[in-house]
């Protein structure tokens, strides 16, 4: 995939590498704060950075920094599908093109072993979320089971009790 020279510039300087075990206590401590305080680093259980490392991102700063994940992987059931778990940019380094790259980096990743399809979920609440998944080309399922909240088609309770979820889905 030509991700174009415009995206090339966006990600100068920073460096792009697959996880490594050692990058759990950073991301972990970080990630509540990169989602606006919510409650998501038991989310981010260790075993992402042991098994799913072939078809995840991290993105490193100069300095060393973490600035930008993705947790991904192939489906084991649906080997034509692929799944974003998780996928997050520092505050910083927000709208300059850093989650479009982790994610097309994601798409090359499951293309090459013929996924022809990739779904997200997110909370219907995280407009920020949702906004940039309608623009990497996401759309929401709007099965009979969706309701419309904060305006996107979600399902209630789609993980327990209160946890609605958006299910986006795209074509490669
Ligand atoms: C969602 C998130 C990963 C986007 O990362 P990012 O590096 O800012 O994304 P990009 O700069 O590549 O944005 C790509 C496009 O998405 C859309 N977008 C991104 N942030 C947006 C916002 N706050 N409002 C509206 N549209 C937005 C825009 O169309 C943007 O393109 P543009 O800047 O040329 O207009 C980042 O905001 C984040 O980490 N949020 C907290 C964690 C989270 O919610 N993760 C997603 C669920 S797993």
Redesign the pocket.
């Known amino acids: 995939m030509d991700r174009g020279l415009g995206q090339r510039e966006v990600t100068d300087g920073l460096r792009f590498r697959r996880p490594v075990e050692a990058d759990h206590s950073a991301l972990v401590n970080r990630i509540d704060e990169?989602?606006?305080g919510r409650r998501m680093h038991h989310l981010l259980a260790r075993l992402w950075l042991l098994h799913f490392t072939g078809t995840s991102w991290v993105v490193e700063d100069p300095s060393g920094a973490l600035v930008?994940f993705l947790i991904g992987f192939v489906s084991p059931d649906q080997p034509d599908q692929a799944y974003?778990h998780?996928?997050?940019?520092s505050p910083n380094?927000?709208?300059?093109?850093?989650?479009?790259?982790?994610y097309e980096r994601f798409f090359e990743d499951v293309t090459a072993g013929g996924v022809r399809r990739v779904t997200?979920i997110?909370w219907p609440g995280?407009?920020?979320?949702v906004?940039?998944?309608?623009?990497?080309g996401f759309e929401p399922d709007e099965g009979p089971d969706t309701q419309r909240l904060y305006g996107t088609p979600a399902y209630p309770d789609y993980d327990g009790d209160g946890e609605d979820r958006v299910v986006f889905s795209r074509d490669l």
């Open positions: 990169w989602w606006a930008g974003v998780l996928a997050a940019t380094h927000r709208r300059a093109g850093l989650g479009r790259a982790l997200a997110t995280n407009r920020t979320s906004a940039f998944h309608r623009a990497m």
